[in-house]
């Protein structure tokens, strides 16, 4: 197979691509999508669309020895219904085994164009080259006019990392190395937050200075962490600003990073923010701009990098609360369309939908890892008959527990105070192996015998 350009960078991240289920259809080659503008001069833009993907996503064939996968990017770039731009380019990854590729890489690409003050839009088309899987996402793309004279900042481009660098590369610009970022999302698995950006229309030549503030504000505009201020002197009318700031120690939800530049000599200010996401496993976002969309964002994060079998697995813990028909379309589904009917399955459920926290889910998942922990044995916990009863009536009000006696059977009586005015629950070690039966119980639809205390001394 001819050797391909090779145009991207590889990371090794643990969590990404958030936003991708409702951006592309189910069984789709998923990819984060991104872009920053670029003053070229005060009518035209130089705009960067970054793309990134997951390297386990692509097929890898053998080649010369080696394992080699290879995609293509397709842009297109339109003003109303008339194309202006038409543009592809190719890259190749290479393995020595199977071992080499993790679904925690990510690949990275990008491409520049310059374009007049407009308002586009931008079709871009992702295709495995070993294989028939292609992904697509639409992106509205202005280009807004840079000021001639007055103090301008360029988009704020956050970047995995960000390194001074002499070497020419598709990330080369202005001395630096600068690796995009394009789902902004940051974690334990990258916790630096990095960023380039370009200052115009400083009072150069000057004896004066300027300054640089950056600060990070919640989804609310409550600021959460701020930079000491630097001073520089002005050495150049246009300047480079990079910068990195630790997020690990935010709060997982959405966030706003807000770089602030003054010109202490023209007095004047220009200011930018970027949206950007902190991901934490254990967290759920405190504060976000609506709940509705954190809580959609934040949910896909939970799924969008479990295996099949992990998804399969949780969907059979919910059999007891999920209708017949919810259950055929998911054995329907492919992988990705799985993931996407999980995040709305909880989602129709939340009996808080105004705060961004799904409490449905994070109790009823408690009560299955209690059930495993505790009901396991020749069966999952969870489809045991206490499994059943923890999760769709929740944690008894009392437990009350009788141990084996040279008479009778161990068994437990679980009541449940607030349900249907009490309701008892009768559970007995039938089998006298650990797993606990369910012979009676007052709740309505359940198994009823008045005669219940037989299954404890059968000789009775």
């Keep these: 197979m001819k050797r391909l350009g090779c145009l991207f960078a590889l990371i090794c991240c643990l969590h990404f691509l958030p936003n991708l289920a409702h951006a592309q259809p189910e069984g789709a080659l998923q990819f ?5 503008r670029f003053r070229m001069n005060t009518n035209t833009a130089q705009v960067e ?12 064939v053998q080649d010369a020895g080696e394992l080699l996968a290879a995609f293509e990017v397709q842009v297109t770039i339109s003003l109303g219904d008339s194309a202006v731009v038409n543009h592809a380019w190719s890259a190749h990854t290479i393995a020595q085994d199977t071992s080499e590729i993790t679904r925690s890489q990510l690949l990275y690409t990008q491409a520049a164009f310059q374009l007049p003050v407009n308002n586009y839009h931008a079709f871009v088309r992702v295709r495995d080259m070993n294989s028939a899987l292609l992904g697509a996402q639409k992106l509205e793309l202005p280009v807004e006019a840079f000021e001639s004279e007055k103090l301008a900042l360029s988009d704020i481009e956050i970047s995995s990392r960000t390194t001074r660098d002499t070497a020419w590369s598709p990330f080369y610009k202005n001395r630096y190395t600068v690796i995009p970022n394009p789902n902004a999302t940051f974690g334990l698995a990258l916790p630096m937050l990095y960023t380039y950006a370009e200052i ?25 962490k701020s930079l000491p201020e630097r001073r520089r002197p002005i050495i150049g009318k246009q300047l480079v600003e990079v910068g990195a700031c630790n997020v690990v120690s935010l709060p997982g939800g959405t966030y706003f990073l807000e770089v602030r530049v003054t010109d202490h000599g023209t007095k004047q200010e220009a200011f930018r923010r970027r949206k ?5 496993e254990e967290e759920v976002p405190p504060a976000a701009q609506t709940a509705g969309e954190v809580g959609y964002e934040f949910l896909m994060l939970q799924y969008r990098d479990r295996p099949l079998a992990e998804l399969d697995k949780e969907f059979k813990t919910v059999r007891y609360i999920s209708t017949k028909e919810e259950q055929k379309i998911y054995a329907s589904l492919e992988e990705q369309g799985k993931r996407d009917f999980l995040v709305k399955f909880w989602q129709s459920r939340d009996q808080s939908p105004e705060t961004p926290r799904n409490e449905y889910r994070e109790d009823y998942l408690t009560r299955v890892k209690y059930s495993q922990d505790n009901f396991s044995g020749l069966r999952e916990g969870y489809e045991t008959d206490m499994g059943r009863v923890l999760l769709v009536y929740a944690q008894p009000s009392e437990i009350e527990r009788f141990p084996s006696s040279s008479e009778n059977r161990p068994y437990q009586i679980w009541k449940y105070f607030e349900l249907e005015g009490g309701v008892e629950f009768v559970f007995v070690d039938v089998n006298n192996w650990g797993e606990y039966k369910l012979v009676h119980s007052t709740a309505r639809g359940e198994l009823s015998d008045t005669d219940w205390e037989r299954w404890i001394n059968p000789s009775r």
Aim: hydrophobic residues 40%; positive net charge; proline residues 4%.
């Design 32 to 36: 984060a999508l991104d872009y920053a």
């Design 49 to 60: 669309l970054y793309v990134a993907l997951p390297r386990a996503q692509l097929r890898f």
């Design 200 to 224: 115009y229309n400083l009072s150069h030549p000057s004896d004066s200075s300027y300054s640089v503030a950056y600060r990070i504000l919640d989804g609310q505009g409550k600021q959460m």
């Design 276 to 280: 950007f996401f902190v991901y934490r």
